[in-house]
C-alpha cells in the first residue's frame, strides 16, 4: 500500500485536496482520487477498494459477455437450481460464522478453495444433469458465480485477498465453460 505518495495538494481550493478535517482544519495533502482522501486519511483504501470493484465487476461483464456469445439453450431446465443454491447457503453460513472481518480474512484461503470446490460440484453436476438429458443453464451458472462474489465482497474488505478469490471462481468458470 505504500505506492501512494503523500504529498501536498497543488493549491488550497485544489479539486485533489484531501478531504479529511483535522484540529488544524482541512487536510494539505493531496487525495488519491478527486474528492477524495490523502493515503494518511484513507485514500489508499479508496483506490484499492475501487480498483477491486473496477476488476471485479470487469471479470463478472466479461463472462456475461461470453455467455451472450454462446446462447444457451433449454433455460427452462433448472432441476440442479436447488442443489446448488444449498451450496451456496453453506458458503454463506461460513462466511457469516466467522466473527468478523480479521476472522475473515483469516479464513480467506479456505473460502477462496470452498468457492474453488462448490465451482467443481457445479461442473460435476452439470455434466451429471447432461448425461441425463438435463443441464444448469450457463447463465445460472454466472449468476450464482455472481453471488458467491457478491457474499464473499460484502465481508472481504482486503483488496489482494478479494483478487485472490475472484481469480480462483474466475478459474473454476473458465473450466466449466470449456
Ligand atoms: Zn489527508
Redesign the pocket.
Known sequence: MSKYKIERADSPDSPMR?Q?VTSKGQ?L?KATVEGG??P??GGNRAVATAEAERKRLYHLTKYRERLDELDSPNQDIKNLREEIGIMRIVMEAIVNQCDGPAEILCHAPKISDLATKIGKLVTNCHNIDKSLGQYLDKNDIVQIAQEIVQVISGVVSDAEDLEAIIEGIEMVLERAFE
Open positions: 484531501c479529511a487536510c495533502n482522501f490523502c494518511v486519511h
